[in-house]
């Protein structure tokens, strides 16, 4: 499976950007789609997982109800809508597949090469 992330750019706080995962290979009912971002001199961390099938949302607590993610079966493609973004949202956003619920980037097997969001003050 390869993941290509696409759609990061820079943005003003309050701004909006939408991200997307195109996935090449299959993605399986079971599979849990993520996004994961990581600012520089920083650890990755969790944003937000999807279960394929069913579409259960498991949001970070730092983005709820201004990150939406969603998922087009059809296109194999993954998004995140980013409403309201803070200056502390600059980071690299990447998309990953993994197996199980989890917010530890170890438990993700896939990963996409990432997409850089500036947000300036």
């Known amino acids: 499976v390869q993941l290509q992330a696409s759609g990061g750019g820079l943005v003003q706080a309050g701004g909006s950007l939408r991200l997307s995962c195109a996935a090449s290979g299959r993605i399986l009912s079971s599979h849990i789609m993520g996004w994961f971002r990581q600012a520089p001199g920083k650890e990755r961390e969790f944003v937000v997982a999807?279960?394929?099938?069913?579409?259960?949302?498991w949001y970070a607590d730092s983005v709820k109800g201004r990150f939406t993610i969603s998922r087009d079966n059809s296109k194999n493609t993954l998004y995140l809508q980013m409403n309201d973004l803070k200056p502390q949202g600059t980071a690299v956003y990447y998309c990953?597949?993994?197996?199980?619920?989890?917010?530890?980037?170890?438990?993700?097997?896939?990963w996409g090469q990432g997409t850089l969001v500036t947000v300036s003050s």
């Open positions: 990953a597949r993994g197996t199980d619920w989890s917010k530890l980037p170890s438990d993700y097997t896939y």
């Open positions: 999807i279960r394929w099938s069913r579409g259960s949302t």
